[in-house]
């Protein structure tokens, strides 16, 4: 069966320092998404991503964020500047299409851990 | 804003029936999903509503009372591996399909 597929499955790094989460989403879909879960906390929004631009973001996804598809097959979340409160699963997910019940396929998530 | 309210967590014995509810009060509303979460894993698919009534998948049943804004998911003959997190999530209407997700309940199956 198709899957998303992230790496690195975890990361450890020094606050301020940049981050490159990357994932490959499932091949014949269209869409593209980034989530994040703080341990313990529910999974929340942070962008879409649809024909090479960002289609929607949440208000987590500010000028510290930015995503990029930069060959056929890779999506990438960029973090500039990492906060300790950046630690978090960071869940890359993609869907065929985006309307009514077009379902989002997580991968197994990118563990961020911030010191 | 959005709010979806499901219990934080629910403890049932192997091989009952388990009902997990989730209530919405949301603007727009297009239709609900239920994810399962193992802890430290990713959220996996498991049903999706948009008509009210129940839907049937196996074990797992998800029904839909759009007019009262509550949905549950119904899980038969529960085994150990259903200790899991169970999340509700809205599809949202009004141009914007992201689907925004409950804090999820955490089930724990005891044999």
């Known amino acids: 069966e198709p899957e998303v597929t992230q790496t690195p499955s975890h990361q450890v790094t020094q606050m301020g320092q940049e981050v490159i989460l990357r994932c490959v989403p499932i091949s014949n879909h269209l869409y593209f998404y980034w989530y994040r879960q703080i341990l313990g906390q529910k999974v929340e929004f942070l962008v879409s991503f649809y024909n090479n631009e960002i289609s929607e973001k949440s208000e987590i996804f500010d000028d510290q964020f930015s995503v990029e598809r930069p060959d056929g097959s890779n999506f990438t979340l960029k973090i500039r500047s990492t906060k300790l409160e950046d630690s978090a699963m960071y869940f890359c997910?993609?869907?065929?299409?985006?309307?009514?019940?077009?379902?989002?396929?997580f991968g197994e998530g990118s563990w961020l851990t911030v010191v | 804003g959005q709010n979806i309210d499901q219990p934080t967590e629910m403890t049932a014995t192997e091989g009952a029936i388990v009902q997990i509810n989730c209530t919405y009060q949301t603007s727009g509303f297009n239709g609900l999903f239920w994810y399962q979460q193992h802890a430290g894993e990713a959220p996996t698919f498991l049903s999706y509503n948009v008509l009210d009534g129940l839907e049937e998948k196996g074990r797992f049943s998800s029904f839909l009372s759009r007019s009262k804004g509550y949905s549950y998911l119904l899980l038969k003959e529960l085994q150990m591996k259903d200790s899991a997190s169970y999340l509700c999530?809205?599809?949202?209407?009004?141009?914007?399909?992201?689907?925004?997700f409950g804090r999820g309940t955490s089930l724990i199956v005891h044999p």
């Open positions: 999530a809205v599809q949202l209407s009004g141009g914007s399909y992201i689907p925004t």
């Open positions: 997910a993609s869907s065929a299409g985006s309307g009514t019940g077009n379902t989002i396929y």
